[in-house]
């Protein structure tokens, strides 16, 4: 943070802690002061933060590929857990040795889903961001899901289709089975998605309890846009382009894996809406989401 910025913050000149600001709450202090200076870790020249950052990283025999994808993780992240599905490859090994301060969690099920829903209760971050391990995703996006978080979104879920975003390696299959489910979803829920099956996503940890990933494969990433919508979480879209793989073999099938996405999204139609979470006032100031 810049000198002016540490003294904006020590003279409490916009926390809601002087008497002017507690007659613009009627009488009623803010949601919660300013955290300590020491709290916030540096963004940007400009920007800082109070919220810890876990990131989740699924992966199985990703070993050539993490080296890669660790490289482009911001300094800034205060926790990695790696999700290991048994890999028989020294992906454990090589994620130590980049990372040796890294969470390792052994999954007990199989497939995407079960990996992530298992780094997520690992997570001890205020926000949880979740990418892949095979180079498709770029961690130098972080800074745009964690910026969206801090302003005020409850869910931020990255878009090869917004402006900016993009994809080398969506085959027709894809895109023309993405396209007809992102609007079936926005049929049946009132939601703008432009992008439903796309694995770049994050949210707050507080939130865990309504997402509560409990599929197995691929069709995670639907179930959490869906649940996100079902229990009135405020969803932004923010662009991300996605690479093509590094090293090794996707195990996406388009066919079977769009049937699944289909499967989940008539399932949780016929469950009905998820209660309402409770959430922080519209008018609070953007220092109660923990941005400087």
């Given at each position: ?75 800034w992240?205060d926790?990695i ?29 199989k ?39 801090v ?41 703008r ?23 197995d ?7 959490l ?27 996406l ?20 809406p ?19």
């Open positions: 943070m810049t000198p002016e910025t540490t003294k904006h913050y020590n003279g409490k000149s916009s926390l809601g802690m002087n008497s002017e600001t507690t007659k613009q709450y009627g009488g009623k202090p803010p949601l919660r002061a300013m955290p300590p200076i020491e709290r916030f870790t540096p963004l940007t020249p400009h920007v800082a933060i109070s919220p810890t950052v876990s990131v989740v990283v699924p992966a199985m025999n990703e070993a050539e590929n993490l080296p890669h994808v660790f490289a482009t993780l911001p300094h992240i926790e857990v790696l999700v290991d599905g048994n890999s028989t490859d020294e992906t454990v090994a090589v994620a130590r040795r980049l990372r040796p301060n890294i969470r390792v969690i052994t999954q007990t099920g497939g995407k889903g079960n990996a992530l829903a298992a780094g997520f209760a690992a997570c001890t971050g205020d926000i949880i961001v979740m990418i892949d391990a095979d180079g498709s995703t770029d961690g130098h996006e972080i800074i745009q899901f964690v910026g969206a978080l302003t005020g979104a409850d869910f931020v879920k990255g878009s090869r289709y917004a402006t900016g975003g993009g994809s080398d390696d969506l085959t027709f299959n894809r895109k023309f089975g993405n396209k007809v489910l992102t609007a079936l979803v926005n049929r049946i829920y009132g939601t998605y432009s992008d439903l099956c796309y694995g770049y996503n994050a949210f707050w940890a507080r939130h865990l309890a309504v997402l509560n990933p409990d599929c494969g691929f069709e995670v990433e639907t179930l846009n869906i649940r996100a919508a079902k229990a009135g979480l405020r969803v932004q879209e923010v662009p991300s382009h996605e690479r093509c793989r590094i090293h090794g073999q996707s195990n099938h388009a066919v079977r894996d769009g049937i699944r996405v289909l499967k989940t999204i008539i399932r949780e139609w016929r469950t009905g998820a209660p309402a979470t409770p959430q922080p006032a519209a008018s609070a100031p953007t220092a109660d989401q923990g941005a400087a």
